[in-house]
C-alpha cells in the first residue's frame, strides 16, 4: 500500500476535527489518503472501543479515505516508548506515505502531545534500513502538523469551504460521542454547539486567508515560494 497522504491522530474523531477536510480535499485531487488513530477510545466515558471503530470506518467512507486503520494503543495513558515507537514505525514503513500530518506538538491532552511526539519519532525510524529485516525502509518527505486547537501561527491555511458541511457528517458518524445518549451529558455538548463551535473555528482560520472555511497547519521548515506574482492571500 502506498498512500499520499497519512494522517495520525491520538484518537478516533481527532482527524475529523481537525484535518479532515484536507483529506478530503486531497482525495477530490485524486490523492490517496489514510488515517491512523493511535487509540480507540478505551478511556471514553460514551461508547466502547468496538463502537469507536466501527463509527471511524464510517467516517473514513464519508472523507473518501483510502484506508484507515486503529492501533489500539491505551488511550489517556499514551507513552512514547520502543514498543509503540517501532509499531508506528513498521505501520509507516508498509503504507510508505509521502506527507504524514501529525497533531501540533503543544496541547493540553498528553494523548495529542505524545502523538506528535510518536509520530515525528517513528517517521524517522522507519527510515532506518536495519529496524526491522520485514520491511523496507521509508521515511515521509513531509510532515505537517495540525495546529487547529494550538494558540499559534498557522504556516498555512488550507480552504475548506467546499468540504465543511462533509467533514461535519464524517463527526457525527460518531453516534456514541456526538448522539443523544445521556451518560455523561453534563460533560458532554449538544451537536448543535458543536457544529457552532467547529464552523466559529474553521470560520476563523479560512478568514485569515480571505475564504469562509479553513484548517491550519504548521511546518518546521521554510515554504518555497515559485511565483511571487501569484501569491494568493491579500495583505493586510
Ligand atoms: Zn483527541
Redesign the pocket.
Known amino acids: 500500500m502506498s498512500l499520499d497522504v497519512l494522517a495520525i491522530?491520538?484518537?478516533p474523531?481527532?482527524i475529523e476535527q481537525t484535518c479532515g477536510g484536507t483529506l478530503m480535499r486531497m482525495a477530490a485531487r485524486g490523492y490517496r489518503t489514510g488515517a491512523l488513530d493511535l487509540t480507540a477510545g478505551d478511556m471514553g466515558t460514551r461508547g466502547t472501543p468496538e463502537q469507536r471503530v466501527e463509527e471511524s470506518e464510517a467516517a473514513a467512507k464519508v472523507m473518501d479515505l483510502a484506508w484507515r486503520g486503529n492501533l489500539h494503543f491505551p488511550d489517556a495513558r499514551l507513552e512514547n516508548t520502543i514498543a509503540p515507537r517501532m509499531t508506528l514505525a513498521v505501520k509507516i514503513r508498509e503504507l510508505q506515505p509521502r506527507t504524514v500530518i501529525l497533531p501540533y506538538w503543544e496541547a493540553r491532552?498528553p494523548?495529542?502531545y505524545r502523538c506528535s511526539e510518536l509520530g515525528f519519532e517513528a517517521c524517522f525510524l522507519a527510515g532506518l534500513k536495519k529496524l526491522d529485516p520485514y520491511s523496507e525502509p521509508h521515511r515521509p518527505f513531509k510532515i505537517l502538523y495540525s495546529s487547529l486547537y494550538a494558540d499559534v501561527k498557522p504556516s498555512f491555511v488550507v480552504d475548506i469551504s467546499a468540504e465543511f458541511e462533509r467533514r461535519m457528517e464524517a463527526l457525527f458518524c460518531y453516534a456514541s460521542q456526538y448522539g443523544s445518549a445521556t451518560e455523561g451529558d453534563r460533560l458532554f455538548p449538544t451537536q448543535a454547539e458543536i457544529r457552532d463551535r467547529l464552523g466559529a473555528i474553521a470560520r476563523f482560520y479560512g478568514n485569515l486567508i480571505g475564504v469562509k472555511y479553513g484548517e491550519p497547519f504548521v511546518v518546521k521548515e521554510a515554504m518555497a515560494v515559485e511565483d511571487i506574482v501569484a501569491m494568493p492571500v491579500r495583505s493586510i
Open positions: 491522530a491520538a484518537h474523531d481527532d491532552h494523548d495529542h
